[in-house]
Structure formats: structure tokens, C-alpha cells
């Protein structure tokens, strides 16, 4: 740093010699990122939600949908610290915003399709993340979005389609997924508020990939969890062919991630157990965790009597008085050998 302050000409050119510096090493800083989903259905409706929900979970990727009527000025002053990137939609309605943090490298790619937005993460793996809306009424097709997949791509929000229950619809967008070898990342809870259906969702590829970059135990729970939302793919697929085949070969992926994230806990409980008494992260989320189930208790013990028949209630002398009298029984015993 020192260097390539005298090095520099000006201040300027040395700020943007450091930005930059700090822009390539932001690549790496970033394994995973917490990102939210919220269809909002009226920004100027439900703005206080939308603002808990943010000061509740600090997120770095926020993708709003159905956001209607937008107040640049208004997200910009509440969410200093984040880019906003807007796409409006077909009707007053509609509408996608994404926030990111500043902290991390993004760059909007520009598409013309409403309720379509785009934005790259430059990240140690560069990953395309597209916040959707898209309504019963669009004009969208999913073709549309062909062009923009890339080796590492997500794309999230409101797809108006039940996976499962949606029949023709579902078919189509499930088969365009597949073409694409898109995996679904389905939550299990509905998440529409008019019926008992799941549009709330994600579709990816090469997102395990992703994961591979990831280091140390949350890697391998990351693969555990890949692996599960591998056979709810299959699992889907084999719903609406009817494959026998599927179904068996969905039900025994699972079962392995079930079974190789339960011995990865028991692995990590027991190296917490070993590790409680060293100093370090792992000892202090062991104590963390179990003094909550310490309870603060007074000793039934009220007193001590002493050998020459003082009896005595002061702590310091009882532990002395206790302490001497083990020190005494289990001292070394003196062995008394007769002379031959």
C-alpha cells in the first residue's frame, strides 16, 4: 500500500488503483449470499413490510415482485448501502427491483422484456441472477429467456405456475427447465395467499458447481442439500411421466442425502464435544449452545462439622474442610513391612 502511494501521481489515480484492488479481491469475499424473495403486490401498499422483513434479515440480495408504483428516491435514501435496479412492467402492477449490496461486484445486463430483471454477479464464479414477475395475463414466453442462461444462473420470484397442481402449465414450464437443465428449488411451504400453491420459487443451473467453491462444513451441508433438490427434480419428472423407474431413483438420492447429512451432524457434534475445553470458535459455540441448560441451584448441603466437633456454614471453610478430608483418604498409604 505504502508503494503504491508514492508510486501514484495523483490522489485519484491512487484511490482507483486501491478500488480496484478491492473490486478483484471482492471476487473471492463472497461464497455465499443471503437473498431474499418477497412478491410484494404494491410497494406503496406494503412498504413497512417490506421494511421489517429487511431489518429483520440482514440480506445482501433483496428481489422484490409485482412492486407497482416505485419511489426510486424514496428505496434509495432507505437502502443506502445497496445498488437498486429496477425493471418496470406491463402494467401498473408489475414491476421487479433487486437490491445488492454495494460490497458486492454486480453489473445490470439491459433487457427490453418487462417484468424481467437482469444482473450479474462477478463473483469467483460469475453467477446470473434474473428477478421475475410474471403474471396469469403476460406476454412473456419462456424461450424468451433462453438467450440469457449461463454456466452459473439462477433465476427467482413469482412464476404464477404450481409445479404440481397446474397441469399444463407446469408441463411447459418444467420442459423448457429441462431443455435447459434447470433444477427447481422449491420451498415447502405454499406461498400464495389466495390458495394452497407454491409460485414462490427458484429454477438454476450449474449451481452445484457453485458449491464446489465453497469451503469447509458448509460446503458439505450445501452438497447434502443439492443432492435433495436433485430428487425433488427427478421426483417431479417422475410425477408427470409416471416413471416407476424415477420414483425409485428419486426416493434412494434422498435417502443417501438424508443419511450422509445426519452422520455429517453426528461428526460435528462429536468433534465439538472433543474440542469444549480449547480455546477457539468451536468451544464457544458448544457453551453457547448447553448453558441454557444450566440452572442456578443452592447446595442442600448446609454445613460442615469440623474433627475436633466445630460445626461451620462459611463456604470457603467447608470446601477447605472437604478438600482436606479427600486429600486424607486417598492419600498414598504408609506400608508397614515386619523384618523377616
Not at 396469469?136 to 405456475?161: C, E, H, Q, Y
Request: hydrophobic residues 40%; contains cysteine; aromatic residues 10%.
Amino acid at each position: 500500500m505504502v508503494e503504491e502511494w508514492h508510486a501514484s501521481q495523483t490522489l485519484s489515480s491512487c484511490l482507483s488503483n486501491w478500488f480496484l484492488s478491492t473490486r478483484r479481491d471482492s471476487r473471492t469475499a463472497h461464497s455465499f449470499l443471503y437473498t431474499l424473495c418477497f412478491n410484494v403486490r404494491g410497494l406503496d401498499a406494503r412498504w413497512a413490510e417490506v421494511y421489517l422483513l429487511s431489518t429483520k434479515h440482514q440480506f445482501d440480495i433483496l428481489v422484490l415482485g409485482e412492486v407497482g408504483k416505485v419511489d426510486l428516491s424514496l428505496i434509495g435514501a432507505t437502502y443506502p448501502s445497496y445498488h437498486c435496479f429496477y425493471q418496470a412492467g406491463e402494467n401498473a402492477f408489475g414491476g421487479v427491483i433487486v437490491l445488492i449490496r454495494q460490497n458486492i461486484p454486480a453489473s445490470r445486463l439491459l433487457c427490453s422484456l418487462p417484468n424481467v430483471c437482469i444482473i450479474d454477479l462477478h463473483l469467483e464464479v460469475p453467477t446470473r441472477l434474473i428477478g421475475i414477475y410474471a403474471p396469469a395475463s403476460k406476454s412473456l414466453v419462456w424461450n424468451d429467456l433462453s438467450r440469457f442462461t449461463t454456466p452459473s444462473f439462477i433465476i427467482m420470484g413469482d412464476f404464477n405456475v404450481d409445479l404440481e397442481k397446474d397441469g399444463d402449465k407446469a408441463d411447459t414450464l418444467l420442459n423448457w427447465a429441462d431443455d435447459l437443465d434447470m433444477a427447481p428449488f422449491v420451498p415447502d411451504a405454499h406461498t400464495s395467499l389466495r390458495s394452497d400453491r407454491t409460485i414462490d420459487y427458484a429454477l438454476g443451473i450449474g449451481i452445484e458447481n457453485r458449491f464446489r467453491h465453497m469451503k469447509g462444513p458448509q460446503r458439505v451441508i450445501i452438497n447434502r442439500f443439492s443432492l435433495l433438490a436433485h430428487s425433488r427434480t427427478i421426483a417431479l419428472k417422475a410425477k408427470r411421466t409416471g416413471s416407476v423407474r424415477l420414483r425409485e431413483e428419486a426416493r434412494r438420492i434422498r435417502n443417501i442425502a438424508r443419511y450422509e447429512l445426519k452422520r455429517f451432524r453426528q461428526e460435528q457434534l462429536t468433534k465439538q464435544l472433543a474440542d469444549r475445553h480449547k480455546s477457539g470458535k468451536e468451544s464457544n459455540l458448544f457453551w453457547s449452545r448447553t448453558k441454557r441448560h444450566f440452572r442456578k441451584a443452592s447446595a442442600s448441603l448446609r454445613g460442615l462439622i469440623s474433627p475436633d466437633g466445630e460445626s461451620s456454614k462459611d463456604p470457603q471453610r467447608m470446601a477447605n474442610l472437604t478438600a482436606d478430608y479427600y486429600e486424607q483418604l486417598f492419600k498414598e498409604p504408609t506400608v508397614m513391612r515386619p523384618h523377616p
